[in-house]
């Protein structure tokens, strides 16, 4: 029997030199498709951090971190909407442990 919905978490990594407005519309944009997609149960904003290195000749990356749960297929989605939003420098999705 396939599992009906699986817990995760997500860290994007988003460019700083964005600026701060589109910085947050970005995360909104990512929280509303996790929205869409399942239940958000916690939103930790890390903020500007300094990169270990270069990454797009960035020095700093704006970091979220996003705990949901959703079905088992929607991670890959997510995942791929990463890949071709501009602004994301980096980003991982997790399967949690219950």
């Not at 978490?9 to 869409?36: D, N, P, R, S």
């Not at 960035?58 to 995942?79: N, R």
Request: hydrophobic share 40%.
């Amino acid at each position: 029997m396939a599992k009906q919905s699986g817990h995760y978490e997500t860290v994007m990594v988003l460019k700083t030199k964005l600026g701060e407005e589109a910085l947050q519309a970005l995360v909104e944009k990512f929280k509303t498709l996790i929205e869409q997609n399942g239940t958000i149960n916690n939103v930790d904003v890390w903020g500007k951090r300094r990169l270990a290195y270069l990454i797009e000749d960035e020095t700093e990356g704006y970091y979220v971190l996003v705990d949901f749960t959703s079905k088992p297929d929607f991670p890959a989605e997510l995942d791929r909407v990463y890949k071709i939003t501009d602004g994301v420098l980096r980003s991982l999705i997790t399967a949690k442990e219950d």
